[in-house]
């Protein structure tokens, strides 16, 4: 039976998470948060927010959880004014209005809070509820890196990468992945890791790639693990080690990845570093094929045409 080949991931993450409800919480009961929220005291009405937002102590109840959050941001309270925008980008307890959504990452904005100063950059870049404006976006987002806010520091090191609203530079795209990676980060973290692994803006160093992909695997962050198992495969920037790969495989295949589900594949169909099992090599082609993976489906439907 020939022996196939493993695949890596060889494109950056993309994925730009929208922020949610922020505020760390007061750890105040809900009956004392209830009292005080409905005195008048905004950051209580916020908690109380936040509360039945996330369902705890209460149940969940978002038609709530919008309530209170609008009654601290008519106070001007900005994490409240945020959290509302929240609710309103994404259509939850309310119907989704992105032009509501803008308005309150505005309002907070304007005071000064960087997360909403993030999103605001998020929504010109989509296009959401507001002209498409990739300049706009990049402008947020630089407001915000200055000032610290990792969301930002990794969206703008992305917009760099790309040439989207700047000129393509993968130094510049360095620069801001670092600032976020050395906040824990994990998509910075990985992509700081491809960078080196690749080349791109710095000299090829599979050390310092192997480091950002094991901090950003460390986390749970799935086209980390699978690179960092790649490397472990291949004895790139460090020692080779089958089980290490294979470990790490498995952890981003039980996400749903689909690469590292083809890639257990392969490890049990040739037998490299777990035994020959057919039934098994079977059973992570069809879940990476059920993910989508063309190669994944063709091999599966082969090896059920010669009886496995």
């Excluded at 009405?45 to 937002?53: D, H, K, S, T, V």
């Amino acid at each position: 039976m020939m022996k196939r080949s493993l695949k890596k991931i060889f494109i950056y993450s993309f994925l730009v998470l929208p922020l949610s409800f922020t505020v760390p919480s007061m750890a105040a009961d809900f009956q004392t948060t209830n009292i005080l929220a409905n005195q008048g005291h905004s950051l209580s009405q916020n908690e109380l927010g936040l509360m039945y937002a996330n369902g705890d102590r209460v149940r969940q109840d978002y038609a709530q959880a919008r309530e209170w959050f609008q009654r601290a941001a008519n106070q001007g309270l900005a994490i409240s004014q945020h959290n509302l925008g929240v609710l309103y980008r994404d259509g939850t307890g309310v119907r989704q209005d992105y032009t509501q959504a803008r308005e309150w990452f505005q309002r907070a904005a304007n005071q000064g809070y960087l997360p909403s100063q993030t999103n605001l950059g998020m929504m010109y870049s989509n296009g959401e509820g507001v002209r498409k404006d990739l300049t706009k976006g990049v402008n947020l987002y630089i407001k915000a890196a200055n000032q610290g806010a990792a969301q930002a520091q990794f969206n703008l090191g992305w917009r760099y990468s790309l040439g989207e609203g700047v000129r393509q530079d993968y130094t510049q795209a360095r620069e801001w992945y670092t600032k976020a990676a050395n906040q824990g980060f994990a998509q910075a973290q990985y992509n700081l890791g491809f960078l080196y692994d690749n080349g791109k803006g710095v000299r090829r160093d599979y050390i310092q790639a192997r480091e950002w992909y094991t901090k950003a695997a460390n986390q749970g962050f799935a086209n980390a693990q699978v690179n960092l198992g790649a490397m472990y495969n291949n004895g790139k920037g460090g020692r080779q080690d089958y089980a290490k790969a294979f470990e790490l495989y498995t952890n981003a295949a039980n996400q749903g990845n689909a690469i590292a589900q083809y890639n257990l594949g392969v490890m049990y169909e040739d037998g490299e570093s777990v035994p020959q099992n057919m039934s098994k090599a079977k059973f992570w082609y069809k879940k990476a094929c059920d993910n989508r993976d063309q190669i994944s489906c063709d091999i599966y439907f082969k090896l059920n045409r010669q009886g496995y």
